[in-house]
């Protein structure tokens, strides 16, 4: 059995489709835990839902980010996850724990990296003008969406549609994608 840990802060939707297309294709693996920084994310919502443990460690309550850094690096020592899902988590791990995780963090951004790094990157390329944009998933190093690249999917962006049908689409696509290289990650081609 892999053992995976995933990190979010709001909606959760990737979340979810990951923990739906494990239990779907019957994946060995155990979802450990959600994590999640934030008491107000959806995201613990639908962990009740699907039952999936839920660890919250509550950003607003700890008197520094270091404390918070250290509380969960020794969460996640704990969980000795074999993978490590970022999904809408939104801080940054301090390279400490990137390095103790190194290949095993892995994080999905609604954008084609390079291009885009950072927040609001589907607005951002939509006001861009670009016609094309992605999904990429990569792993995480210490910079923000700089790890290396694992998958990219292209979406275009059709000519007149909105930014909500757009960020519909690209969501579509990375819960299609996610999975899929989680998959691959934790059990090869098999
Ligand atoms: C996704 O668009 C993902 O690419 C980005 O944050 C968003 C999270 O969405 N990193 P959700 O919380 O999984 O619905």
Known sequence: ?????????????????????ARKEKWP?????????????????????????CKLLNYKEFDSKDSYNKELFKILK????????????????PPYIVRAFR??????????????????AIERAYKAGCKVTGVTVHFVDEGVDTGPIIAQRCIEIR???SLEHLERRIHRVEHKLYPTVIKKLLFGDE
């Open 1 to 21: 059995m892999k053992r995976i840990v995933i990190l979010a802060s709001g909606n959760g939707s990737n979340f979810e489709a990951i923990v739906k297309t």
């Open 29 to 53: 693996v155990e979802i450990v835990s959600l994590i999640t920084d934030n008491p107000h994310a959806y995201a613990i919502k639908r962990a009740k839902r699907l039952r999936i443990p």
């Open 78 to 93: 704990e969980f000795s996850p074999d993978l490590i899902v970022l999904a809408g988590y939104m801080r940054i791990l």
């Open 103 to 120: 290949w095993r963090i892995v994080n999905i951004h609604p954008a084609l990296l390079p291009a885009f790094r950072g927040l609001h």
């Open 159 to 161: 000519e007149g549609e």
